[in-house]
């Protein structure tokens, strides 16, 4: 009866993690999810890049901790406009609910990559959660001419 219980645990979450809609919340173990990276290669030699991407939250709350990829340092930003001046904040953690869509795009949220080649043409960012979970995802890497400019260059005058 003991073995017959052990058993049917892992047999459950096969079956819930094989059908994903009417998943019970307390059963949803899908981990977050990262899509639509790039990288806004700054044209500036020396100065700092910022990448940009889609996080879905997964089937449980987690905190984003940090970033990383191969040859380059990592921070986490966040921008905002107060009485017309443009501030920069460096994030240690971000909150991630189950399911939230969550932004890192001009403007706001952005990852500030220190080191990045001008020769890059991909960047494979990690990003680690909390729950000691890790979602790696590919950015694609944007001269700066290249890239969508829907707001000038935040980066301009702030990271020395
Ligand atoms: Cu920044």
């Known amino acids: 009866?003991?073995?017959?219980?052990?058993?049917?645990?892992?047999?459950?979450?096969?079956?819930?993690?094989?059908?994903?809609?009417?998943?019970p919340e307390a059963w949803d173990r899908s981990p977050p999810r990262a899509t639509d990276a790039w990288v806004r290669l700054n044209p500036v030699p020396g100065r700092p890049s910022a990448g940009y991407l889609a996080l879905s939250g997964g089937g449980q709350p987690d905190r984003l901790t940090g970033a990383s990829a191969p040859g380059v340092r990592i921070e986490m930003h966040d921008m905002s406009m107060a009485g017309g001046i443009m501030r920069m904040a460096k994030l240690d953690a971000l909150p991630v609910p189950a399911g939230a869509a969550i932004r890192f795009a001009p403007g706001g949220k952005h990852l500030m990559i220190f080191g990045l080649a001008a020769s890059a043409k991909t960047l494979p960012i990690t990003l680690r959660f909390a729950s000691g979970g890790t979602v790696t995802v590919t950015a694609a890497v944007r001269a700066a001419g290249d890239a969508p400019a829907a707001t000038p260059d935040p980066h301009a005058g702030h990271h020395d």
């Open 1 to 23: 009866m003991r073995a017959l219980l052990v058993l049917s645990l892992p047999a459950l979450m096969l079956a819930t993690a094989a059908t994903p809609p009417p998943v």
